[in-house]
């Protein structure tokens, strides 16, 4: 029941949301972000924290303020993907514009799919629609399965669109392998925390736990990495920009070369958060693995 009504209220949302227009729907999304930074305490403690160790160099007014820019592009980002459900092609194409479109097409053209790498950065929800309807291209999305499987569903449909194909994690190795032999573009959000086992490697100065699947794909199929972001633009659209990952080097296969390339594109993200650090999702707990050494080192001081 409860499952239920959680949806009722969301489905209803969604179905305002998709009824407004594209600068109204921003609007409602940056007073939703500037309201739940103003009085509640959700996330906001990790938030300033992360923050703080990531730029030392800024006064607390500068962090408060990016913090605030974060929560309103999560209210931003949250509210366009519920309104982008409802827009034609036309509308959509309208509001995203790709600034280097030839970056992709290049990549495709190796005839070994592409693995196109983003993160929860702008309105990243705007992604699979922006590149299927820019370029043209087949494009598979990797994605997280949302606890309610009801708003699950409605997400999966707004991302579907176009022919575009999901990917649930769980089964998304065997499934991404075959898109890649399909000369897909495979979307992945690539900037959560990994697992303690996962490749750790330097951000913002700290070790982060990352995934390797990425560069492990890469390097056993070929395929090129482009990264791509979304950054809004003076009068609220957007513009996506890509970026191909260096690979030189990198041959044959080996956990050394996964760690490398895993590198290499970290230092790509880092770059563009720190372009514009209120487009990123400053709320997750990127750092809370520590590599086993530290955490072997920490359980030894506290013996």
């Known amino acids: 029941m409860n499952e239920f009504i959680e949806y009722f209220f969301f489905n209803l949302i969604h179905q305002i949301a998709r009824r407004l227009s594209f600068r109204t729907a921003g609007k409602v999304g940056a007073w939703l972000g500037n309201a739940v930074f103003s009085f509640t305490p959700i996330r906001k403690k ?28 999560y209210g931003i980002a949250l509210v366009e993907s519920l309104w982008a459900g409802g827009q034609s092609a036309e509308t959509l194409r309208g509001v995203l514009r790709v600034a280097n479109p030839e970056v992709m097409v290049q990549a495709r053209a190796q005839q070994r799919g592409v693995l196109f790498l983003s993160a929860h950065y702008g309105s990243w929800e705007l992604l699979p629609s922006s590149v ?38 769980g089964i998304s190795s ?75 080097g990198l041959d044959p296969y080996s956990e050394e070369h996964i760690i490398e390339l895993t590198r290499r594109h ?20 990127r750092w809370k693995h520590r590599p086993h050494h530290e955490s072997q080192q920490l359980i030894e001081e506290e013996a």
């Open 46 to 73: 990790i938030t300033l924290e992360n923050l703080k160790t990531s730029f030392p160099e800024k006064s607390q007014a500068e962090i408060e303020a990016i913090a605030r820019g974060a929560y309103r592009n």
């Open 132 to 169: 299927r309807l820019n370029i043209d291209t087949p494009l598979a999305m990797i994605f997280q399965r949302q606890r309610n499987k009801r708003i699950d569903a409605l997400f999966e449909k707004n991302r579907s669109r176009f022919d575009n194909v999901t990917i649930p994690m």
């Open 174 to 248: 065997r499934k991404a392998l075959s898109a890649l032999a399909d000369n897909y573009v495979v979307l992945m959000l690539g900037d959560q925390s990994g697992p303690k086992e996962a490749v750790f490697v330097d951000f913002f100065g700290r070790p982060a736990a990352t995934h390797r699947g990425v560069a492990a794909f890469s390097l056993k199929t070929g395929a090129p990495i482009v990264m791509g972001f979304v950054v809004r633009q003076s009068d609220g659209t957007y513009t996506i920009t890509f970026e191909e990952v260096d690979r030189s």
């Open 266 to 285: 970290v230092v790509i993200l880092e770059k563009w958060i720190r372009k514009h650090p209120d487009h990123w999702l400053w709320m997750h707990k």
